[in-house]
């Protein structure tokens, strides 16, 4: 194994850690007595648990024919680096890891070329072995899931070495990344050349572009900037039958726009190697703010009014009463909120030229004011920057000191939007009720017809089956979402935890269209099985 | 036939007719002058000739059960109205009905609802019969032409029937149109709630909500308002394999977006039945002015910084320095250009909020200042917006003295749009030389990486064969597009006419996806056979 290791440390899959613990002693009391946690036996973080893994199962001769693909250094089954591919970041993955011994793929495998992308999926088309793309590993859908589905082998096919910005166009503000490039690095490699991509999905330290693109990633800039599906221009993806390259011009009326039937695709159908995106010159400046607004129903008002008559913010992230009274924001949560008033702590910036965000910012703090909102300083908005990579670390911490803490994301109209608030905090607060469940709530990403939802949900986690408990509830959500007609999910994803509702979402011949574009990519079904589409 | 014969009228596809003609008598003999046009043999419209038409081949138990579906009334099989469904609106179109009877459908068949629509695609599969999805007939690539493919017999499923507005949803400004209502119509409905689509292709007058998202149309207000397919919120279809219902929230990350297999699929997978489109208020304020710039490079530089910094406009349209001359937006075309000082001509234009409006076309106005550009005022372009919708009809007129007159779109990135402009002009001077051809452009459509390239031809008409004459160029173009790595269209689709040249835009595999689609959804192939996809 030629890789450092740190790479497959899942320790290291965020940046630098903090120095010190965010929740620190005393709130660890505190938090245990607020849930009534008992000291025993919920003490030990799940994300820490290291467990032995089962022998690689993969044959001798597929392991040979993809060593002679990538070369026998690049085929790796020691049984740190399968661990580190065993799961995603969501808290099941996390607490299951701490059940029993994880499913871990029987080996990694790293090309460093779109062609040995392609000649990696022929091998294992060939021999019966199932391949799991792996970018940054941080899907909380169970998108990275070692599954081997009908195969007696799974590998996991980790893009790191696709690591390269091929292109910079300068004149069109395009740039061609590969698969494998991180958040990070993508904006190093384009602030070289005066550009950043400008996408900062929660998952930004690890998560890839190809993983933004295979997901419909959608960041913390969006409202202003777009989703990433909206930011791709040209994608190149290798499939078992071959080559597909699409997006010739900005705009086209060439028949459906394929594109998109490859982002969202998760794996199932091929593997992206690479995506030209649209960039933009480094701001000249960044404004954020924070307001404070009387209630949920008032900032949800200024929200819409920003999206549909504009001019829109880049960021816009309105917290309801429960979300800003745990000040999850602040320098030091959970804390006191944004201050004694109460009400919603609503946060709003503008990116790019000066005379651009100034005027922006002007005519939304016009709108702000009208709608009786009281400015919070540019602090408040801060405290949030400055913390936002964080919630996954918290997490980890949180899960240590015996709780069950979980997202999950909506979208839906504006008309909707406050009646889905109140109807998925009611289903979370009754699927989990006796655990003393906290749901918390904003409002993001700002289209002109809607909005999505991102929950935070706290509850004192069931020592004996904390799986059979997040489920109920996950499940109970999930019908709460399909019977009110919202998404299954605005930028988490299928993975494998959602492909039980898809048919809800698209229809039962919708899953069969998907399931058609398959068969013709993927004959023989190894790419990524059991995420996107329901097994059969 | 309960139907008023108007509506079957080629002539009345256009609204009112000027009350004279465009081209008047002594224009005409300086346009024969100009082009070497010999007085004879070449002076009738090829639009206006009418010629018979072959019997109906619909057979009996076909025609039997299509009239139970939409009652017997609704199934029309008289000359006149097949003939008025027996093409589009290309110049080949309208070439060719002079040369030979044409082709026509068997039987046209006119669906009140969503559910009579899906019976007419399950009868038409039992029975053997193609169906050829039918708008506004506006196509101007083949895409409506009456192929039968490998069946006896082809059924025209023209939509105006399905002429509603079904839903305003005036919280999250969107509203549900069905498949069969005009331009025209749409705005009429809607400004009844105060709302308007702002969707305004050359085809407004005629062209439909169905068409405009089987096409993925694209407007003259689409810089700044999006084109159609990005206004779509959900779509509703049928399909002879059942029913879809595309789109359940203004953003989501639940797999790839099937509504852009929908859109631009031409009616060869189903047949859309309703549209929930984006509204928006109507404007307060609309603002469009002209302005002349040196040449074409300054032109496109200001373009750029107009989609890439921003704050972009509504409308933005560049002629080239021929277009210009020909003065194609005066009152009185073709003349003398906006003045003797040449150049090229630059329409710009904003609708919207008086505040919006005034902050945005200062803005521009400082980026044209700054490049040199010199206001020619609000009538350059009000005289472009008055004439916006003749041109169909100048063709008309054109077409009967003589002359070869076209048009075809392209787009491709900053970085290659002035070359790809050169290149075209060039194909097209060669392909047409010895027939006096005169080649114009404009561009239009901006986006933050490129723009649409929009040429018109004109030529001394091949007498003894026009088809060949213009097919030969037409070819010509598509190679040199294919070449450069331009779409094949921007906005026009791929109909019959484009549907060679496919694979080179999206590949052989690309293609095959899209076989795949349509073998689940159209088993037995009788939807638009020809279109879209190349034949076999």
Redesign the interface.
């Known amino acids: 194994m030629s890789q450092p290791t740190e790479l497959f440390d899942p320790a290291a899959r965020w940046a630098a850690p903090d120095p010190e613990p965010i929740v620190g002693d005393d709130l660890r009391v505190l938090l245990r007595q607020a849930f009534a946690i008992e000291e025993d036996g919920a003490g030990a973080s799940p994300a820490a648990v290291v467990l032995e893994v089962a022998p690689s199962r993969l044959s001798l001769v597929a392991l040979q024919a993809l060593g002679a693909v990538v070369g026998p250094e690049h085929v790796v089954v020691e049984d740190a680096a399968r661990a580190a591919h065993a799961n995603g970041m969501s808290y099941l993955d996390l607490v299951r890891r701490s059940a029993a011994p994880p499913t871990v793929p029987d080996a990694i495998v790293l090309p460093a070329a779109h062609e040995e992308v392609g000649a990696i999926l022929r091998a294992c088309s060939e021999h019966g072995v199932a391949v799991v793309p792996f970018g940054g590993g941080t899907s909380v859908v169970g998108g990275v899931a070692p599954t081997r589905g009908s195969f007696d082998a799974v590998v996991a096919l980790d893009l790191q070495r696709l690591d390269a910005l091929l292109e910079v ?1 300068d ?4 740039a061609t990344l590969q698969a494998g490039v991180t958040g990070p690095r993508a904006e190093e490699l384009l602030a070289e050349h005066g550009f950043t991509l400008g996408h900062v999905p929660q998952s930004f330290e690890r998560a890839t572009i190809g993983g933004y693109a295979a ?4 960041g913390q800039l969006s409202t202003g900037w777009g ?1 990433f ?1 909206a930011l791709v ?1 040209r994608v190149r993806v290798a ?1 078992p ?6 997006g ?11 594109r ?7 794996g199932a159908f091929g593997v992206i190697t690479s995506v030209t995106v ?1 960039v ?1 010159p480094l701001p000249e400046v960044r404004r954020h703010e924070g307001w404070r607004v009387a209630d949920l129903a008032t900032g949800v008002g200024i929200l ?1 009014t920003l999206a ?4 829109k913010p880049d960021l816009a992230r309105l917290s309801d009463e429960v979300e800003t009274a745990m000040g999850v924001y602040s320098a030091h949560p959970p804390g006191g909120g944004t201050d004694e008033a109460g009400g919603c702590l609503l946060l709003v910036g503008w990116e790019g ?1 000066a ?2 965000v100034a ?1 922006r910012a002007e ?1 939304a703090t016009a709108i702000l004011r009208a709608a009786g909102a009281t400015p919070l300083g540019e602090e408040a908005a801060e405290s949030w920057r400055h913390g936002r990579f964080r919630a996954p670390r918290l997490r980890d911490e949180l899960l240590g000191a015996g709780m069950l803490i979980e997202t999950l994301e ?6 909707d939007l406050e009646a889905l608030h109140a109807r998925v905090g009611e289903t979370l607060r009754t699927a989990l009720d006796g655990a003393s469940p906290i749901v918390a709530c904003h409002v993001s ?1 700002l ?6 939802l991102y929950f935070t949900v706290l509850a004192r986690r069931d020592g004996d089956d904390p799986v059979a408990q997040w489920s109920a509830a996950k499940t109970a959500v999930m019908e709460t979402l399909t019977g009110a ?10 993975g494998a935890d ?1 492909a039980p509702w ?1 048919a809800a ?6 899953v ?6 398959k ?3 993927d004959p023989a079904g190894v790419l990524n099985p059991g995420k ?1 589409l329901p097994a059969d």
Chains 1, 2 share one sequence.
Request: hydrophobic share 40%; proline share 3%; net charge negative.
């Open positions: 166009d004149v069109s503000w395009t997901t419909r990633s959608s989703r599906d221009e499939t039958a071959g080559d597909l390259d699409l010739r011009a900005p705009g086209t009326a060439a028949g459906p726009d394929l998109q039937l490859v982002l969202g695709s998760e649209r933009r819409r549909q008559r504009g001019p030229a005379a651009d005027y005519a909506t979208a839906t109209t504006w008309r990403h289209y002109a017809a809607g909005a999505s007609g919202a998404t299954l999910t605005h930028h988490h994803a299928i959602h898809l979402e698209i229809g039962e011949l919708g069969d269209v998907l399931r058609a574009v068969a013709r990519l996107l």
